[in-house]
């Protein structure tokens, strides 16, 4: 069985770390997958990624989603969908859902013009599985500023931050059946089980959490 397997959250939210444990967990259980991001996962999405995450550029809302839009059309016609016809499962940091979140609870870009260009550079292939991690947007930022020199978006203040953790639990609550919502501030072994518990569960196999 196939799926499309999304990570979202917030900035310093860990998607990272358990993208990372779920392949490694697929790979143990000998599922064939690719694991893939946004903005990136193809040259042009590299490039773009470089742009989108330049602190130094100043960037509109209406451009800077459609270069994220521009990032994924690039993404599913050259890695998404066929990974999928060849039956594997692919896991993405990040996908549209980030856009509704970013650009449109957070930016305030209109929601009707976010889903018709979602729509088109998707050409309509939504998740199968999003899992949403979590985390107070000030807990996130000082997370992802002990990385290093903080990005464009992360540079972006508070206000921004919290309206785009609103926009995610907003669309969490809307879509209950394709959301797996967590508590990012959780122990990650702990969000490793639950995680692999669902992702066993929808591929038809018999995974139960390890102790």
Not at 10 to 19: C, D, F, I
Not at 55 to 66: Q, W
Not at 67 to 82: C, D, M, N, T
């Amino acid at each position: 069985m196939t799926l499309l397997i999304t990570f979202e959250g917030p900035e310093g939210a860990g998607k990272s770390t358990q993208l990372a444990r779920l392949a490694s967990r697929l790979v143990g259980a000998g599922v064939p997958h690719v694991v893939t991001r946004e903005p990136g996962g193809t040259e042009l999405g590299a490039r773009v990624r470089e742009v989108l995450l330049d602190p130094d550029l100043a960037i509109d809302p209406l451009p800077e989603f459609l270069l994220y839009s521009a990032s994924r059309a690039q993404l599913v016609q050259e890695v998404i969908r066929p990974a999928l016809a060849r039956g594997e499962v692919v896991v993405c940091d990040r996908y549209a859902d980030s856009s509704r979140a970013y650009q449109g609870a957070g930016r305030g870009l209109d929601a009707e013009l976010l889903e018709t260009v979602t729509r088109e550079a998707t050409a309509g292939l939504t998740p199968d599985l999003t899992v949403l991690l979590d985390l107070d947007p000030a807990m996130g930022l000082a997370r992802a500023a002990s990385r290093g020199q903080p990005d464009r978006l992360e540079r972006a203040d508070l206000a921004f931050h919290t309206r785009v953790r609103a926009g995610f639990l907003a669309l969490a609550a809307r879509e209950p059946g394709r959301f797996l919502t967590l508590d990012a501030t959780r122990d990650p072994d702990a969000l490793e089980r639950d995680i692999w518990a669902v992702v066993g569960e929808r591929l038809g196999r018999a995974v139960a959490p390890s102790p």
